[in-house]
């Protein structure tokens, strides 16, 4: 079973990457951007995961772990409408 966590990065990492084409692009980037400011009223006053939240997207394995305790943490990972927007 796939954590919620593991959805949470998972659909980070491919909104900082995008679609090929530009409607695609359009679409994931938009859902990105939703998605990473759902996380950032979720980890608000968390100076580190926000921190971590913004450098996954230029280094995600240095920063996998520290986001991954902090989603879980600020219960982000069992949060529906975040799941709901990763996914």
Same mark, same amino acid.
């Given at each position: 079973?796939? +954590? %919620?966590?593991?959805?949470?990065?998972?659909?980070?990492?491919?909104? !900082?990457? *995008?679609? +090929? +084409?530009?409607?695609? $692009?359009?679409? @994931?980037?938009?859902?990105? !951007?939703?998605?990473?400011?759902?996380? &950032? %009223? &979720?980890?608000? %006053? $968390? /100076?580190?995961?926000?921190? *971590?939240?913004?450098?996954?997207? @230029?280094? /995600? %394995? $240095?920063? $996998?772990?520290?986001?991954?305790?902090?989603?879980?943490? +600020?219960? *982000?990972?069992?949060?529906?409408?975040?799941?709901?927007?990763? &996914?």
């Amino acid at each position: 079973m796939v +954590s %919620g966590v593991e959805v949470i990065v998972a659909a980070l990492a491919a909104g !900082a990457v *995008a679609g +090929s +084409s530009e409607v695609a $692009r359009t679409v @994931v980037v938009d859902a990105y !951007a939703a998605l990473k400011d759902l996380l &950032r %009223g &979720r980890l608000a %006053g $968390r /100076p580190e995961a926000q921190q *971590a939240l913004d450098a996954h997207e @230029v280094e /995600p %394995g $240095r920063w $996998r772990a520290v986001l991954g305790e902090a989603l879980t943490a +600020s219960g *982000a990972d069992a949060d529906e409408q975040v799941l709901a927007a990763a &996914r």
